[in-house]
């Protein structure tokens, strides 16, 4: 089993910053592409970012240039760096990882339980 943990949601002020973290741990024989979602109250769970094993990394247009996804490989862990927020950033973001499992031969989605991030002042 596969097990998905994120830290370090909150509430921070508009333009403030906040860094995201996510660990996989269970029985996992890797991990594929990893990423972040987001779902925003009465609106559908959107992509925010993702990466690939080798750190290609892809961004909606709406976080480019103010949100980083990065990797450990080492760590099984994911992390969003988030500078310049607004508050249409106020979401549950999940993180969401491609696992292949010991003695498997496919990959399969893995989900976090979610944080919550608010942007207010």
């Known amino acids: 089993q596969v097990q998905l943990v994120e830290s370090g949601g909150g509430l921070v002020q508009p333009g403030g910053s906040l860094r995201l973290s996510c660990a996989a741990s269970?029985?996992?024989?890797?991990?594929?592409?990893m990423g972040w979602y987001r779902q925003a109250p009465g609106k559908e769970r959107e992509l925010v970012a993702t990466i690939t094993y080798y750190a290609t990394t892809n961004y909606a247009d709406s976080v480019k240039g103010r949100f980083t996804i990065s990797r450990d490989n080492a760590k099984n862990a994911v992390y969003l760096q988030m500078n310049s927020l607004k508050p249409e950033d106020t979401a549950v973001y999940y993180c969401n990882a491609f696992v292949r499992a010991y003695s498997a031969s496919d990959y399969f989605p893995a989900w976090g339980q979610g944080t919550q991030l608010t942007v207010s002042s």
């Open positions: 269970g029985s996992i024989g890797s991990i594929g592409v």
